[in-house]
């Protein structure tokens, strides 16, 4: 599904050159359920975000389904993003004047899809992620958690191969995060997407099947569970 290949991602700050990611290789197989832990600073959500075509590496590959996406357009990579990947954010990114149907419809607009089958898709992903009854509902009518909600179904409702988040329970109450992370594992089981946080959330982790854990730009660790479920740290 997703393979970096020494992957090496430079800033310059003034003068100063910082190294985010320092030859970083890790590989993740479709439907995987993955958290890339770490503290501030270790390089996880810049390997987030080359990962899903927001950035680019200094040095190194990123292979995605066998494709290299060093080596596509900017506009290939955005036909990338649009269809295979759905993305979930700590602060939700939701539009405030719009309604939850119309979050959850901003990324099938680019998509060749009849109104119709627009419409069915929004409206099966908000029940199933058990907000049929606010879907007229703006964010500031909404819970933090329902926001969240409205963030996810946003990121499924294409159907993409992936999700990448970052960071998704930062501002939740450690309550609805385990609700929101107990849906994300639900749909993960359910559509087979492949998951991929970034986090420095014990909780997440918790949840997580798998943990690449990374420190100065380094993988330092790789962790599958034997077996899955929250607060399973065999």
Same mark, same amino acid.
């Given at each position: 599904m997703v393979e970096t290949i020494n992957l090496y991602k430079d800033y310059k700050v003034g003068k100063v050159l910082f190294p985010a990611l320092r030859g970083v290789s890790v590989k993740?197989?479709?439907?995987?359920?993955?958290?890339?832990?770490?503290p501030s600073g270790s390089g996880k959500t810049t390997l987030l975000n080359i990962i899903g075509c927001l950035d680019v590496p200094t040095k190194g590959d #990123?292979? !995605?389904?066998?494709?290299?996406t060093n080596k596509l357009s900017s506009k290939e990579k955005a036909?990338?993003?649009?269809?295979?990947?759905?993305f979930v954010f700590q602060t939700f990114n939701l539009i405030p004047v719009l309604t939850a149907y119309e979050n959850v419809e901003i990324p099938l607009i680019l998509l060749d899809m009849t109104q119709d089958k627009k419409r069915e898709n929004i409206i099966s992903i908000l029940e199933e992620v058990g907000l049929g009854e606010y879907i007229n509902r703006r964010p500031n009518e909404m819970s933090g958690g329902?926001?969240?909600? #409205?963030? !996810?179904?946003?990121?499924?409702?294409?159907?993409?191969?992936m999700v990448l988040a970052d960071e998704p329970t930062a501002n939740l109450d450690s309550t609805t995060a385990k609700e929101i992370l107990g849906l994300m594992k639900e749909l993960n089981e359910k559509h087979k997407t492949t998951f991929i946080f970034s986090t420095h959330d014990q909780l997440v982790m918790d949840y997580a099947q798998r943990i690449i854990r990374l420190r100065d730009g380094k993988v330092v660790a790789d962790k599958t569970k034997k077996s899955e479920g929250p607060g399973d740290s065999s």
């Open positions: 993740i197989e479709a439907a995987e359920f993955t958290a890339i832990a770490g #990123v292979l !995605i389904n066998g494709t290299n036909t990338l993003r649009k269809n295979e990947i759905g329902q926001q969240q909600r #409205v963030a !996810i179904a946003r990121a499924l409702v294409k159907n993409p191969s």
